[in-house]
């Protein structure tokens, strides 16, 4: 295998065992049903930028991030029994795809429903004779 396939393989490592690790629960309330959406590493591996999304209002989310920053020690030190030589600093970020996703499906389908009730109301301009 090539050396830069290496941050990609470990990406994907650590986003299973952190969904892992967070599907098992962790004490802190404020970390109720979080997805790991994905991992980014640093070419030397030092850094891992980890996306996740919490479904919620914005302030449970807010609580989530603080949630997350707070458990960075304990689950990088869950990480070592990966058995990776080093151990990349965490760094988690809110995954706002699937919010843009969502806006977007929402305003789709209100573009379809004005599209039908205008459809249902004949046409606009009068018919000429």
Do not use: C, N
């Amino acid at each position: 295998m090539s050396a830069h396939k290496r941050p990609e393989r470990v990406a994907h490592l650590l986003q299973q065992r952190l969904a892992e690790l967070l599907a098992r629960g962790l004490k802190d309330p404020r970390l109720g049903f979080v997805t790991i959406t994905g991992v980014k590493m640093s070419p030397d591996l030092r850094e891992a930028r980890v996306f996740w999304t919490a479904h919620g209002e914005p302030e449970v989310r807010k609580e989530t991030a603080r949630g997350l920053s707070a458990a960075r020690g304990y689950l990088r030190h869950e990480l070592s029994t990966l058995g990776l030589r080093l151990l990349p600093e965490l760094h988690f970020t809110y995954d706002e795809a699937i919010d843009r996703g969502d806006r977007i499906e929402r305003l789709l389908r209100e573009v379809h429903e004005a599209d039908e009730q205008r459809s249902s109301q004949g046409p606009l301009l009068p018919e000429k004779e």
